[in-house]
């Protein structure tokens, strides 16, 4: 079954994007409703961090979220098989100057949180630059294997999984090669602090911060986001972090963590509220799952 539904994503990466873009908003109700398990996690998630909206407002959010999560992951077909003219063709890149001034400098932490685009926002680094990230090693191993073959197609890139730890991934930013870096899931309070995520208390990982004093590396958000209608992606660079890390772990993990609320803001619909972010909680707290 999973060479069959691999085959038929690759089928769909000929067919032209804003189609792509209508089958995966049909597929994202089609799973709103089928997935019930997931559909409560999101529910749950935006429950605890938008509490004034009304049940039909988060119930009309949690649909689009849906929507937003399975057009992302049927236009993968083109960020992993269509040519490189065609995938820079869609993508619109704001703010490019922060990440070039950044680089002038020394080692760059591309800190992408969990939109839903984020491989947008690899997919076209990865043609301009080598870079090095890591990865969640999937239960599937033909899956695990396409979506590293997809992350690694063009240049010389170092993928390296979570469990090999950061050694590899020093050296490669000491090599000035850029990380491009997902920190904001729950993966449990080891290498990590609890610090509120919209006013909850979330266990974060800070590694950010960590790698920023050990490296000297600057900060520079970059922010993937899908645009309406198949009209395409952008991904904006944000300026570099001034004055960070400052030696406070928490404090600079509550930095990030307060970042991303705002971009989180202003698109809801497009961050990943279908991870379990609130799993781990302080000792004594009830679960929210």
Known sequence: MTRLGIFLLWLLHFLPLPLLAKLGNGLGLLLFWLAGERRLVADTNLRLCFPALMESERTALVKRTFQSFARSFIERCILWWSPAERIQGY????????YTKAQAHGPVILLAPHFVALDVGGSWMTQHADIVSVYSNQKNRLFHDMLLHGRSRFGNQKLYARQQGLRPVIKAMREQRPFYYLPDQD???????????F???AATLTTVPRLAEMTGARVVPCI?????????YEVRFYPAWENYPTGDVTAD????????EQRVREMPEQYFWLHKRFKTRPEGEERFY
């Open 91 to 98: 993508i619109r890149v704001e703010g490019l100057e922060h």
């Open 187 to 197: 993966l449990a309070i080891k290498d990590g602090v609890f610090v509120p995520f």
């Open 199 to 201: 006013g909850v208390p």
């Open 224 to 232: 993937s986001k899908l645009l309406p209608d198949g009209k395409g």
């Open 253 to 260: 993990t509550r930095y990030m963590n307060e970042f991303i």
